[in-house]
């Protein structure tokens, strides 16, 4: 699947060329507080449905402390990063958009966790704030439990999940298959791939079941489009935020069911200038939590919501090595500049 890395501009850009039409239905599994009652998909309908209003109208009042309410962990930090850029670039919007309905992966009956995953329907406005016909579709978010409120814990989730557009609907999970079928078990991939992305920044040759090619995205997240490295120097670190999100396998009856899992990456770039001062100009391609200016050094954090399919391990090496496919998003969060 595509990557995409966010971009100054109205937070939540739809998006639908990440989701995969192939996929019918699939399991996953999770422990924490339960939504309450016999009908999860009526609750997380209630949910989304009041949650969206609020989070426009906090975007339209540009105040970062409005955002708390809202989200939480990781996605609270996207949100905070996604009103800086509005801010840094002056798109602040004026109006909320409509909402216009949401898909929901909730838990199957009994399985209790305190969390889905929605992907929100919104109605695009004009300049003067009138809905416009059709809907767009927010990447996925995942909603938790926080105390008996209800925040987004993730945002710009990109993960092989099934989708309205594509001909579906509302899905449930269940619990993944096991560990021991696969050729990684979910609880190391996160490390493993953190520890692999460091290494690859580095210029060495991680050996591992990761694909590094130029269309991977594993090459997108060891680099940046802008500044270039005849220009700034850039050292990069990678660690885990939360090692998993969530995991689940495909069934559509399929006997060797690859098993996807969702876990949080931060990413840390100390960018250099390697004479002079490091420049940023109004359209410059930096990233937009970097406001314009001359800087002696510049600190950039991102957070990525990846998912990584884990092929099933059934020792046939005919066809070349299993690799662990990934696809995720970037969003810029947040920078510490020192002005020259």
Known sequence: ???????????????????????????????????????????????????????????????????GDLFTR?????????????????????????FRGATIFAPAAGAKPGWFLAIIGYARVD???????????????????????????AADVQAPITHPALGTADSTFSTPLDDGRYIMPRSAVAAAYASFLNNLSAGQQPDGPFPTGLTSFAAQFTRLAWPPGSTATARFSFTVDT????????????????????????????????????????GDLWSGVVPAGGYSSVELSSVSVVAATVPFNDGDTSQGRKLVDISAGIDDVSATVYKC
């Open 1 to 67: 699947m595509a990557s995409q890395t966010r971009k100054p501009g109205r937070r939540w850009k739809a998006s639908v060329a990440v989701l995969l039409a192939s996929l019918a239905s699939f399991v996953i599994g999770s422990c924490g507080p339960s939504l309450n009652g016999a009908d999860p998909f009526a609750q997380a309908h209630a949910i989304a449905q009041g949650w969206w209003p609020k989070a426009e109208e906090a975007f339209v009042s540009g105040d970062p402390k409005s955002l």
């Open 74 to 98: 990781s996605a609270l930090d996207v949100a905070t990063g996604e009103m800086t850029m509005e801010a840094i670039s002056g798109t602040r919007p004026k109006y909320p958009r409509p």
């Open 127 to 153: 300049q003067d704030g009138r809905a416009q016909t059709g809907q767009a579709n927010a990447p996925g978010m995942i909603f938790s439990d926080s105390g008996g409120t209800w925040k987004v814990t």
């Open 243 to 282: 090692p998993q999100l969530a995991s689940y396998s495909i069934t559509i009856g399929l006997t060797k069911a690859p098993e996807v899992v969702l876990f949080v990456l931060r990413r840390t770039v100390l960018l250099k200038p390697r004479q002079g001062c490091l420049v940023k100009r109004q």
